[in-house]
């Protein structure tokens, strides 16, 4: 039986990949920096081996921000600072430039979201991942509404906060699906989402192209695009497929 054959395009690089020959975790991670590696240029911390990522880690927690320290400079990255106070942390962010940023919500002279919020208005770029002992759901929605990349709780292994890192370094701008799809509600969806958006969410459980999809929803598809950027933002989610889990997972159809 013929091996199944995916064709990927890479700006000038086309290829085929056998996915049977690609099983290996490790071999399909290193596909996925490889892939970022054309896709994202200036995003080649883990495959150019000359430039290493700076981490900037803000924690009040002297040994909190030390483990992570350790963690991610084993990883292949530098600290490049530490900050225990958002005031600490807007000059080091000024003065450093980091490429990642690893914070936590609760900080002494006010909330980290705020850093976020900031962060964000003056760079798209830059990887920022929550590490926090809250595990409210209004504190992860509020980070992915804010900007953050990712969402790790304090009690998780260190290796997860590496991994998300690592993601966020290369799609600054996805928050991690994973984490909203174990934490939202159903309620909290509805919340986000505008009627019209949870009735193609609704839609994309069927199969058909966008084209057969918009005449179903009577909508033409530059809208029915509109609405997919729209649910795909709100639920930190960069294709169809994951929206659908999501949708899924949550009972919506």
């Known amino acids: 039986m013929r091996q199944r054959q995916r064709r990927c395009d890479l700006g000038e690089f086309t290829f085929r990949i056998n996915w049977r ?15 970022y590696e054309f896709r994202y240029p200036s995003r080649n911390y883990f495959l150019s081996g000359s430039e290493k990522p700076q981490i900037l880690i803000i924690d009040d927690h002297p040994a909190v921000r030390s483990g992570v320290k350790r963690a991610i400079e084993s990883a292949g990255m530098a600290c490049c600072g530490e900050a225990a106070s958002r005031s600490e942390a807007f000059a080091q962010i000024a003065h450093k430039s980091p490429d990642g940023v690893i914070l936590d919500l609760n900080l002494p002279d006010g909330s980290g979201l705020d850093i976020v919020q900031w962060i964000r208005k003056h760079s798209k770029e830059i990887a920022i991942v929550i590490l926090t002992m809250s595990d409210e759901e209004s504190h992860l929605i509020a980070a992915m509404r804010a900007g ?27 928050f991690s699906a994973a984490g909203i799809a174990s ?9 986000l989402l505008t009627p019209r958006e949870l009735t193609v969410l609704q839609a994309l459980s069927l199969t058909g192209t966008n084209s057969q999809l918009a005449k179903s929803l009577y909508i033409s598809e530059a809208t029915l695009k509109t609405h997919l950027a729209a649910i795909y933002r709100k639920l930190g989610v960069d294709n169809r497929l994951s929206a659908v889990t999501i949708g899924r997972s949550l009972n919506l159809f």
Do not use: M, T
Request: charged letters at 30%.
């Open 21 to 35: 020959k690609r099983a290996n975790r490790k071999i399909r991670w290193r596909f996925l920096l490889f892939f």
């Open 148 to 174: 953050a990349s990712s969402f790790v709780k304090k009690s998780a292994p260190l290796e997860d906060l590496v991994s998300s890192l690592k993601i966020a370094l290369l799609q600054p701008k996805s």
């Open 183 to 191: 934490a939202l509600k159903k309620s909290e969806v509805h919340g």
